[in-house]
């Protein structure tokens, strides 16, 4: 099977990461794969010998330029499928492969109905004409009613397996850990702030440890740093920067939280369970974090954009540490549910099935 795939840029960022997984999974299994990219920031991404990567970054197309840009590589590839990554990269792909032998395949990394989401509102229409969609979650798929060609529900793998398992509880520090993009409007980084004030009244010898970094452009760094500030956690609750190696960075925790209003399925709060973290998170739309966790089963589901109801949910694990310790083994158990090699058969058997005779 030939394979060509497309997304807009190439980061360590949740659907790129994802994006990247899945064309070196689908050359591991002995398809070809072309991915092209369009406005990639970051140049020093690496993808396994014998994946053919085309980008265009610094030829300014315009929106029908890409298209016709996109359009002209798939007719000179001549693949199977074109598979697409996020909805911009989704819009060229179904204009592009119109009228072509080869069939669109779009997929929706996240949630459709975030609010301020006015493209994908405008552009869903043109989501009817595509020849098949993958989502990550049932919820997500039922926002596309229009969409009436074979679909596939298929979660994010645990990408690599690892032997990495977080410190007995003996061992831990007094440490709430979280790690993942700086995004006040998605992450909501702002609301466990709020909930590390309260909690710290209770238990002043812990510390809040976020790791990651903000998009390019953005001033969200600077606007929790002044939030740590107004609240008087200075010292207290650190904004720590990009970790190259989060699960070994947070194991040492007693807690990893996820505050998302909206997310699809967190390839965090995956880091997390598989070390066997207790993990709070709250119930972001449209349900990735209940997808993982089942409440009081391997971690504690909470009410999104509720400080109180994170700062509860914390101070539940503090208190209750067999019960915390108990939640942090069954997580262990996604290891399974989320196997690389389950995901990688779904996703060929699913691109195979459209393949035009």
Known sequence: MKIFMLIRFLDYSGAP???????EAMKKRGNEVIVCTYNTLQKDIKLSEGIKWIDFTDEHKGFWGTVFKIRKLIKEFNPDVSVSFQLDANVYNILACKGLRTNSIVCERNDPYKPGYWKLKLFKPLFGMADGAVFQLPKARGYYNNIKVPVAIIPNPIVSKTDIRCESYDKRKHVIAAHGRIDIFQKRQDVLIDAFAKLIKDYPDYQLQIYGSQWPGTNDEERL????????????????GVSKKP????????VWVS????????NALMDAMAIGLPCVATDCSPGGAAFLIKNKENGLIVNRGDANAVYEGIKYMIEHPAEADKMGKKALEI???????????????????????
């Open 225 to 240: 740093r002044t939030q740590i500030k107004q609240l008087g956690l200075e010292g207290k609750a650190l904004l720590m």
């Open 17 to 23: 990461t994802m994006f990247m997984w899945v064309a």
């Open 247 to 254: 699960q070994e960075d947070i194991k040492d925790a007693m």
């Open 259 to 266: 505050t998302s209003d909206f997310e699809g399925i967190s």
């Open 335 to 357: 290891e399974e549910l989320l196997d690389s090699d389950k995901i990688e058969k779904q996703w060929e058997n699913y691109l195979l099935s459209l393949c035009k005779a």
